[in-house]
């Protein structure tokens, strides 16, 4: 049972917009910045978003995040194909004194 | 650039223990903590603990209190996971990840491939 809550899956369209949430608690998405990160099947996860919503080098702009309380949520727009993949959210817990992460979400591209 | 390089999968029997290295190359090794995190087959991620290289401290995420040792060789930039007392619900994929800065608390930027760990009789 994963401490951060995401739905199981997500679907959409090329070039829809597509948004992924990631609900947590006070001890860590309420007091501590979030992570998104992209796991194609059968690779390591990927860094896509740091800091809620800050994006490292060379990740498209089409993806976005943002946080508010103790949600937090990964949009990305102008669906592609390739962007069929599992997204996780992670964030530190301060009660734990270590990172807890959602359970994933599959993003079917139809 | 940053790479971290695991070693290759394992088979163990119950009761067995496991030993994983991550070699990392491109930053310096000293100024980052490393997490060791899993993936059971079709589940999420799962925080094991984190070592900071350049003390040697840690901390263990309370389910693996006893069971979970990680090291560092700083001479080689290379980080370890050691697991006892293996169990079936111990096969995952096993990665080491790097913090994205000096702090444990920043989250993760670099992983390294995983190694899949398959306790079976």
């Known amino acids: 049972q994963s401490v951060l809550t995401q739905p199981p899956s997500a679907s959409g369209t090329p070039g829809q917009r597509v948004t992924i949430s990631c609900s947590g608690s006070?001890?860590?998405?309420?007091?501590?910045?979030v992570n998104w990160y992209q796991q194609l099947p059968g690779t390591a996860p990927k860094l896509l978003i740091y800091?809620?919503?800050q994006r490292p080098s060379g990740v498209p702009d089409r993806f976005s995040g943002s946080k508010s309380g103790t949600s937090a949520s990964l949009a990305i727009s102008g669906l592609q194909s390739e962007d069929e993949a599992d997204y996780c959210c992670?964030?530190?817990?301060?009660?734990?004194?270590?990172?807890?992460f959602g359970g994933g979400t599959k993003l079917t591209v139809l | 650039q940053v790479q971290l390089v695991q070693s290759g999968a394992e088979v163990k029997k119950p009761g067995a223990s496991v030993k994983v290295s991550c070699q990392t190359s491109?930053?310096?090794?000293?100024?980052?903590?490393m997490y060791w995190v899993r993936q059971a087959p079709g589940q999420g991620l799962e925080w094991m603990g984190w070592?900071?290289?350049?003390?040697?401290?840690?901390k263990y995420a309370q389910r693996f209190q006893g069971r979970v040792t990680m090291t560092r060789d700083t001479s080689i930039s290379t980080a370890y996971m050691e697991l006892s007392s293996l169990r079936s619900d111990d096969t995952a994929v096993y990665y080491c990840?790097?913090?994205?800065?000096?702090?444990?608390?920043?989250?993760?930027?670099?992983w390294g491939q995983g190694t899949l760990v398959t306790v079976s009789s």
């Open positions: 990840v790097r913090t994205r800065t000096g702090l444990a608390s920043t989250g993760i930027d670099y």
């Open positions: 491109g930053y310096t090794f000293t100024g980052h903590y």
């Open positions: 070592i900071n290289p350049n003390s040697g401290g840690t």
């Open positions: 006070n001890s860590n998405i309420g007091s501590n910045t």
């Open positions: 800091s809620n919503n």
């Open positions: 992670a964030a530190w817990d301060d009660s734990l004194n270590g990172p807890v």
